[in-house]
Nanobody, 123 residues
Framework: QVQLVESGGGLVQAGGSLRLSCAAS????????MGWFRQAPGKEREFVAG????????RYGESVKGRFTISRDNAKNTMYLQMNSLKPEDTAVYYC????????????????WGQGTQVTVSS
């Protein structure tokens, strides 16, 4: 089992940047495929980005490609999401999640979740 804790959310103006962190504890962090999801009020949870344990392969949702970068530091048991050129439509609660096995963009395929961190982008 793995426990996940997100941090780094906050209020930022449109065009600004934030870096989210997801600290993991428990079983071997590098063995998990990690993902970032977000959920805005009244909307379904949306896949943002994912990364394999080796960091060799990453995947992004269409709405964040070219603006967000996912990374991980297995030595620190931490995953990151660098968010640049933020837009008001990026406003949501951001969650990190973990799963064993292949990459997936469906939130139902993930086994472990953090509590979420709020990101608010003002116009």
């Amino acid at each position: 089992q793995v426990q996940l804790v997100e941090s780094g959310g906050g209020l930022v103006q449109a065009g600004g940047s934030l870096r989210l962190s997801c600290a993991a504890s428990g079983r071997t962090f590098s063995g998990y495929y990690m993902g970032w999801f977000r959920q805005a009020p009244g909307k379904e949870r949306e896949f943002v980005a994912g990364i394999y344990g080796s960091s060799a392969v990453t995947r992004y949702g269409e709405s964040v490609k070219g603006r967000f970068t996912i990374s991980r530091d297995n030595a620190k048991n931490t995953m990151y999401l660098q968010m640049n050129s933020l837009k008001p439509e990026d406003t949501a609660v951001y969650y990190c999640a973990a799963k064993i096995g292949l990459a997936r963009i469906n939130s139902a395929d993930y086994d472990y979740w953090g509590q979420g961190t709020q990101v608010t982008v003002s116009s």
